[in-house]
């Protein structure tokens, strides 16, 4: 080829090069017109409107997900999971590794698919302390995770604002603990029905691709976030300070508020003030004055019920053994709402009326709550006031006689079974590496193991409270 030649070839090499790229879609420019970025982008299930909770969240069907991500993004989760736990996946070590570290798993970005519709680059990490730590522990892939649809819309614009029918966030419990599968949603329902601030909940069949094509990851109870759209829903409003804390409210420290919301504001008074008044001397020295500060800061009702409603159901995460798992809310009324997070555990024990000095966490409460020192002030100082003692009381003999009863909770046991036993058991049920249930047997049997812990609890509290 003469010098003219190669000339007209570089040029024609160079045109068409430019031409490609130009015409190649790049995700991190692309227009943000979602519509041109995903052709199942509509208003009503991609984008900000009012949630639809009856079909993300339906009572009375099971919903099902597809979510595939690529063999190096679940590569890059190993990596990182087994880094936080200081243990492989699988590696069955004695001693069940804990994140201690305070960091969270490894965000990567997937595609999912629901009734037919895609959603792109979703956010997807494993949540979870200890339980996470025992399940990566034993291998198992029906590992507890996180949805945030739109946690990569920097990266890809054309997913900006992307929401799952009106939902940015969705966690998903695997019913670790739980061989019945139905634990975090009866308890859910419960707080629910009697008026206390719960996440609304859901079963969905989930499957994964890791890589290697679709697998059959098992029943999971969906959960909305209460910072998503749970205040506005049940409480009317969401602009207050919404709190995480990992504490039990014996002395304020910030780092153990996660702010959920209003994170710029970086004042933390309202969550102080709470937490010093709990603790003031004047509990002592003017306990009438005291209690007066203390209620114009929290719903002590709304509290109490709770506290009522948690020991009725023996909840061995709850606060008062654990510091993790509630939220609190800054109402525009000026009081702390107390909204309980993760109930996988619930009726998992029946402790009695007294307990034992010290407590023992891995059975939750007494009812009597004798045990429970003043490092859970929240708990102690309450039940210490006689009158706040009597509201409790009068709280758990009212749980006890209506949701207690029969008629109410062996008709949701029932119905829940009716809904997930042929996707839990049975050849197109969980399988073996894909489920925590040892055997089959334990999901059905543990139908009636609850319906018989309920009625020991109904007459345990009419023993207490008659």
């Known amino acids: 080829m003469n010098k003219t030649g190669k000339v007209k070839f570089c040029f024609l090499l160079i045109v068409v090069l430019t031409t490609f790229c130009a015409c190649r879609k790049d995700p991190t420019t692309e227009s943000i ?13 991609h984008e900000r409107r009012v949630p639809d ?28 999971t087994s880094a936080l736990f200081n243990c492989n996946f699988g590696q069955q070590r004695l001693q069940i590794p804990e994140n201690l570290s305070g960091e969270i798993p490894e965000n990567v970005d997937v595609t999912l698919k629901f009734n037919g519709r895609t959603w792109k680059n979703v956010g997807f990490r494993l949540r979870g302390n200890k339980m996470l730590g025992a399940i990566w522990n034993n ?56 008026g206390i601030p719960a996440a609304q909940t859901a079963f969905f069949k989930v499957y994964i691709d890791l890589g290697s094509g679709l697998k059959y990851c098992g029943v999971y109870v969906a959960s ?58 004047l509990r002592t020295s003017n306990p009438v004055q005291w209690a007066a500060n203390l ?36 109402h ?38 004798n045990e429970v020192t003043a490092n859970w002030p929240m708990i102690r100082y ?11 009381k009068n709280e758990l003999r009212n749980f006890s006689n209506s949701n207690l009863s029969p ?28 489920t925590l249930l040892p055997n089959s047997a334990a999901f059905l049997n543990e139908k009636n193991t609850i319906k018989n812990r309920i009625n020991n609890r109904r007459s345990l509290i009419n023993s207490f409270v008659p």
Do not use: C
């Open 33 to 45: 017109n979602p519509k041109a970025y995903n052709a199942d982008w509509t208003a009503l299930t």
């Open 139 to 194: 291998g198992v892939y029906k590992l507890p995770f996180l949805l945030n649809f739109d946690r990569f819309e920097d990266l890809f614009p054309g997913i900006k604002n992307q929401r799952f029918f009106g939902f940015k966030e969705m966690s998903f419990n695997p019913g670790y603990k739980d061989p019945s599968l139905i634990r975090e949603k009866l308890a859910s329902d419960f707080f629910r029905l009697n």
């Open 224 to 281: 909305e976030v209460p910072e998503d759209n749970l205040l506005k829903d049940q409480l009317n409003e969401n602009s207050g300070n919404l709190y995480k804390p990992s504490s039990a409210l014996k002395i304020f420290n910030k780092n153990d508020f996660e702010k959920k919301n209003n994170e710029a504001n970086l004042d933390y008074s309202d969550a102080e003030d709470f937490v010093n008044i709990i603790n003031s001397p």
């Open 53 to 80: 909770y009856d079909t993300v969240f339906p009572q009375n069907s099971v919903n099902t997900i597809e979510i595939t991500m690529r063999a190096d993004q679940w590569g890059q989760i190993q990596t990182n």
């Open 382 to 392: 309450i039940i210490d006031n006689p009158a706040w003692l009597t509201i409790y």
């Open 295 to 330: 209620e114009s800061k929290v719903d002590i009702n709304e509290f109490l019920k709770w506290l009522a409603i948690s020991n009725a159901l023996v909840d061995p995460g709850a606060y008062g053994t654990s510091a993790e798992n509630y939220y609190l809310y800054h």
């Open 332 to 369: 525009s009324n000026g009081k702390f709402i107390w909204i309980p997070w993760d109930h996988n555990e619930a009726l998992s024990a029946d402790p009695g009326i007294i307990g034992a000095p010290g407590g023992n966490g891995n059975f939750g409460l007494s009812l009597s709550m």
């Open 407 to 434: 008629a109410v909770s062996n008709n949701l046991i029932d119905k829940y079974y009716a809904l997930i036993s042929d996707a839990v058991v049975g050849a197109q049920g969980e399988q073996p590496g894909y």
